[in-house]
């Protein structure tokens, strides 16, 4: 097993490491390519943003063939350990939901909740206005699938748009254990500043990274009132979150 650090959301009065909770047995099986294209890819992002002058030097890092890649732990770090204690087991026993509302022009998170238990839906709940979700050809090439499935729901609005009029929506984010807080807040603003028709003033959001969506797949729904609804319209399956599995 390995642990994968994605993102800190800080809180009032509390620090809280999102992935921390999406530690999981069966989570990270990546292969040495994996783990190196993910590197190649975090270091790129750190040299496009520097104030340094961009280079091709960072590729050599990676060509090298006997440069070692760095891993985190394996199920071998964890023989005698008690696997249900601690943050581990906490984990592997829950589903984190991050939620969040839209101010001064940008996505800010606010809560965090931790439900026992994801539920499938026997029926698309009626509060579903509208679906986009995206499955990624390659997962291990492919780092954004929130932001894309945001950019397959912008596409179904502006061909129904059922959000017209809406006063009181909100925006249901969910995808693999390796979900990033940040690719989150950037669907949401990509959203709002895509579809003219969402209210603002009321919008909240909610976000979830699980290995029961799988780690190619990210989906995002708008729906109406307050409901933890995860739907995947082209396959027509939804999951929910219900109050009575609150931990």
Do not use: H
Request: with cysteine; charged share 25%.
């Amino acid at each position: 097993m390995k642990l994968s650090l994605l993102i800190s959301v800080t809180l009032p009065f509390t620090v809280v490491s999102w992935s921390s909770y999406y530690l999981s047995k069966n989570r990270i099986q990546n292969t040495d390519l994996s783990a190196k294209q993910k590197q190649r890819k975090a270091l790129k992002e750190a040299i496009d943003t520097s104030v340094l002058p961009a280079s091709d030097e960072y590729e050599t890092v990676f060509d090298d063939q006997d440069s070692e890649v760095i891993k985190g732990f394996t199920d071998e770090d964890f023989v005698g350990v008690d696997r249900d204690a601690g943050g581990v087991g906490l984990a592997e026993r829950s589903a984190i939901l991050i939620s969040g509302s839209y101010e001064d022009g940008n996505a800010r998170p606010t809560e965090l909740k931790r439900f026992s238990s994801i539920r499938e839906c026997t029926s698309m709940p009626s509060s579903v206005l509208c679906t986009g979700s995206y499955s990624a050809a390659n997962s291990e090439d492919e780092f954004d699938l929130s932001v894309r499935a945001g950019d397959a729901l912008i596409k179904a609005v502006a061909a129904d748009n059922k959000v017209k009029g809406k006063t009181n929506i909100q925006i249901n984010l969910c995808g693999g254990d390796e979900t990033l807080l940040s690719d989150v807040l950037q669907t949401v603003n990509n959203i709002v500043g895509n579809v003219d028709e969402i209210d603002t003033d009321s919008l909240t959001f909610n976000s979830i990274g699980n290995e029961k969506f799988g780690n190619d797949s990210a989906s995002v729904t708008i729906v109406e009132g307050n409901s933890l609804v995860f739907a995947f319209g082209d396959s027509k399956k939804c999951f929910e979150l219900v109050e009575d599995d609150i931990l």
